[in-house]
């Protein structure tokens, strides 16, 4: 499967290029210094362990697990998970409130987006970082909205209430023709 990847999208270099460069995206947030306090770590630490040039400086997944709950940011989970070929998604249940119709409209949009910044980019033979980061972020919003519309058909599918509520969230999102 890697090896796939290679040729597809041109060499990694190594396993943990999508790790590293999450690692530096999320230090231009400039969210380390906060977490530092709030983990009880020493100034600088969070700061050389996201840097890919320092030496055995990695974070362990208990600090991973920490940063992320804390920041409420994904980018870090997100690049280990690429580094290994896989995707994630939070199952966070904020969009509970919102209708089935809503939730596969912004999977339209995901899409959309995601097909409009592709097509932007295909008549470069290199992929600059930032793009390849914009790419990523609508690819995973998308993912994690698919997730989600998976999740809410789920819940409302339990029982025949559920079932009921999800009808009429269809019959109240989506006209029906000669009705509406």
């Known amino acids: ?12 270099g190594n396993e943990y290029n999508s790790y590293e460069s999450a690692c530096v995206a999320f230090s231009k947030l400039r ?4 977490l530092e306090r709030e983990m009880g770590l020493c ?7 996201l840097n890919p040039n320092v030496e055995n400086a990695n974070l362990t997944v208990k600090q991973l697990i920490e940063i992320t709950n804390r920041s409420g940011r994904t980018e870090l989970i997100d690049g280990a998970l690429q580094s290994v070929n896989m995707v994630g998604a939070p199952l ?17 949009q995901y899409s959309g987006e995601l097909a409009q910044v592709v097509l932007q980019n295909t008549n470069g033979k290199h992929l600059p970082r930032i793009e390849r980061d914009r790419i990523r972020i609508l690819a995973s919003a998308g993912i994690r909205n698919f997730v989600s519309v998976i999740n809410t058909i789920e819940s409302k599918t339990a029982g025949i209430q559920p079932l009921l509520a999800m009808s009429a969230d269809a019959v109240a999102g989506f006209p029906i023709p000669g009705i509406a």
């Open 92 to 108: 966070n249940g904020s969009d509970e409130e919102t209708t089935l119709a809503i939730q596969a409209l912004k999977a339209s």
């Open 31 to 34: 969210l380390t210094s906060g």
């Open 1 to 12: 499967m890697m090896t796939q990847n290679n040729e597809m999208y041109g060499s990694r």
């Open 43 to 49: 100034d600088g630490t969070l700061r050389n362990r």
